[in-house]
């Protein structure tokens, strides 16, 4: 089961950032975050599997295909790299490296893997971490007042 | 039962999704396609938190900790997605284009 959703996640990142038309790599995204909520399944993290399905794959995705919808449509299908692709392959190598590195040289005690439930987990959100919690949703809120602002045609500003 | 997987599986799959993320990151020319490889690397972080929040031996407050970094790190790229798709429709209506290396009126 593991190997099924680390495959579909990996598979769907490579097909995000290898895809030649921009409308594949939006699917491919799709892809990749299911397989990122059945790793959290596998965590035994329901609720964020849940929460990931819902966001990322009801929301966030949505969101970009609107943004491809309202940018320019005649280039979808001919996307073309930066210059400088190689020297990135190198360097997200070298952070590959480096990182499974670091996973192999550190010593962490493991244990078997520990269920979190519904309960516990939003006691200690609204609990311990209400104020973070409060905070969150008003970036929340004013991003998307900014975002409103941002795009909105601006005939009515001019004096 | 499911305790043949282990924390280095996370490690190592979240490494490589990073991976892949920060490639897209620096190889792709389109703003959105930069935008969706940001998502990747956000979710690499998550699944590591994850992982960590399952099999490493702690306390519980700790763990619980994990999942709710988790719940804060997808709000905020939530707010991040949407302020960056109003950059980016923004910018395709000043310059009709999203190509990054087109949008050069900061380069000195």
Known sequence: MFYVAGALTLGGALGVVI??????????????????????????????????????????????????????????QHLSDNPQWPAAAVVAIAIFGLLVASVVFTEVRTTQSQRIGFESMSETLFRNWAVPFEVASLVLLVALIGA???????????? | MIGVIELAHFQVLAAALFAIGLYGVLARRSAVLI????????????INLIGYAAFVEMAQPQRELGHVLVIFVIT?????????????????????????????????
């Open chain 1, 148 to 159: 409103v602002v941002m795009v909105r045609e601006d005939g009515d500003r001019r004096d």
């Open chain 2, 35 to 46: 935008l969706m490889s940001i998502e990747l690397m956000l979710n690499a972080v998550n």
């Open chain 2, 76 to 108: 905020i790229a939530a707010a991040e997605l949407a302020l960056a798709v109003a950059i980016i429709l923004r910018l395709y209506r000043n310059r009709s284009s999203v190509n990054v290396d087109e949008i050069d009126v900061l380069k000195w």
């Open chain 1, 19 to 76: 895809s030649r038309n921009i409308v594949y790599a939006a699917f491919a995204l799709f892809v990749s975050l299911l397989g990122v909520a059945g790793l959290f399944l596998l965590a035994v993290a329901e609720f964020l599997a849940l929460v990931q399905v819902l966001i990322y794959g009801g929301a966030i995705v949505i969101v970009i295909l609107f943004t491809l919808m309202l940018t320019r449509i005649q280039d979808f």
